[in-house]
């Protein structure tokens, strides 16, 4: 029962253009959503979250963006970076407990 | 600020062998979290403590995982036996807790890369 789901494993981007990560979920109880990046032989470092009452959060070059009524978010990443190359995990949380989805790879080519 | 230590960082068994995994969480953290990333997948909760005290454990194989917290600070992981299809990483990760939980972030450790042949 994926209750998370990231639906594209990995995307190529080109340095300075926009990155847009998307994951999906089913379980509506989720309080907040939260995404982490993750590079190789590290554990994932915790980069954007949003209440599930808002709809839209910012911080720098990352926006999450909410959409309730699809159950999805969505990550923004501008302008892209080749530092931000690296897994992105998507996770719904509620009481502390956080549901990952698999992750997505991104690649910023210079 | 010293981050979440684990030990070892690599780990490899043979099957229906036993194994232990330690964390030790960022000072002051009361809530500590073992996850489990088998390859491909994202992080999945095994068991979370509060100090010293189990707050869920619904997704941990207790016929072959236990993991404790002795005076809320360090925790350790154990798999005994060990199957093949336990190869993952381990991840422990802490928070403040006893906060609003969508601002009590949570920090992962590096992880443990456990090969079960």
């Known amino acids: 029962d994926q209750q998370v789901k990231q639906n594209s494993p990995s995307l190529s981007v080109q340095e300075g253009r926009i990155s847009i990560l998307n994951c999906d979920y089913t379980?509506?109880?989720?309080?907040?959503f939260l995404w982490y990046k993750k590079y190789p032989a590290e554990g994932p470092t915790f980069l954007i979250s949003?209440?599930?009452?808002?709809d839209k959060n910012e911080d720098g070059r990352f926006t999450v963006f909410l959409n309730k009524s699809a159950k999805h978010l969505s990550l923004h990443i501008v302008p892209s970076q080749p530092g931000d190359s690296a897994v992105y995990f998507c996770?719904?949380?509620?009481?502390?407990?956080?549901?990952f989805g698999g992750g997505t790879r991104v690649l910023v080519k210079p | 600020e010293a981050g979440v230590a684990q030990s070892p960082r690599y780990k490899i068994i043979e099957k229906r062998q036993s194994v232990a995994f330690w964390c030790n969480p960022i000072?002051?953290?009361?809530?500590l979290y073992w996850y489990q990333q088998i390859l491909g997948q994202g992080p999945k909760l095994l068991i979370q403590?509060?100090?010293?005290?189990?707050?869920?454990d619904s997704q941990l194989p207790k016929d072959r995982f236990s993991a404790e917290r002795l005076k809320g600070v360090d925790s350790t992981l154990k798999i005994q036996p060990a199957k093949l299809e336990d190869s993952a990483v381990y991840l422990c990760?802490?928070?403040?807790?006893?906060?609003?939980?969508?601002?009590?972030?949570?920090?992962f450790g590096p992880g443990t890369r456990l090969t079960v042949l």
């Open positions: 000072s002051g953290h009361a809530t």
């Open positions: 403590f509060q100090n010293n005290g189990v707050v869920d």
């Open positions: 990760a802490s928070s403040l807790g006893g906060r609003a939980a969508s601002t009590d972030t949570q920090y």
């Open positions: 949003i209440s599930s009452i808002k």
């Open positions: 996770a719904g949380g509620k009481s502390n407990k956080l549901t």
């Open positions: 379980n509506s109880m989720f309080d907040y």
